[in-house]
């Protein structure tokens, strides 16, 4: 008889209603509420690392969240909308 694979900290085989979360570090899954990952958060992560490996590897990373454009110095209407018929419209 074949076995079924386990995953996660958990040791249970994978189940398509749980949210699951690959480690960049040792390639298994863990479900996300077993290793304290929310589904809607693992977007913003760039690179997992599972508890074990992060003792190893160091912490998870995030994604870098880039800085909305300065205004250019001397523009009074940085942040202002831009007028219909305006000269920065036309």
Same mark, same amino acid.
């Given at each position: ?5 386990? %995953?996660c900290?958990?040791?249970?085989? %994978?189940?398509?209603? !749980?949210?699951?979360? =690959? /480690?960049d570090? /040792? +390639?298994?899954?863990f479900?996300?509420? /077993?290793?304290?990952?929310? =589904? =809607? ?6 690179? %997992?690392?599972?508890? +074990?490996?992060? &003792?190893?590897?160091?912490?998870? &990373?995030?994604? !870098?969240? !880039? ?13 202002r909308?831009v !007028?219909?018929?305006?000269? +920065?419209? &036309?």
């Amino acid at each position: 008889m074949a076995s079924v694979p386990v %995953y996660c900290l958990c040791r249970l085989p %994978y189940d398509v209603t !749980r949210f699951m979360i =690959e /480690c960049d570090g /040792c +390639q298994d899954w863990f479900h996300g509420s /077993c290793v304290g990952v929310e =589904e =809607e958060a693992a977007a913003e992560i760039d690179l %997992y690392h599972c508890p +074990q490996c992060a &003792v190893l590897r160091g912490p998870s &990373v995030m994604k !870098r969240r !880039r800085a909305p454009p300065k205004p250019a110095p001397g523009d009074a209407d940085a942040g202002r909308p831009v !007028r219909t018929g305006s000269a +920065q419209f &036309v």
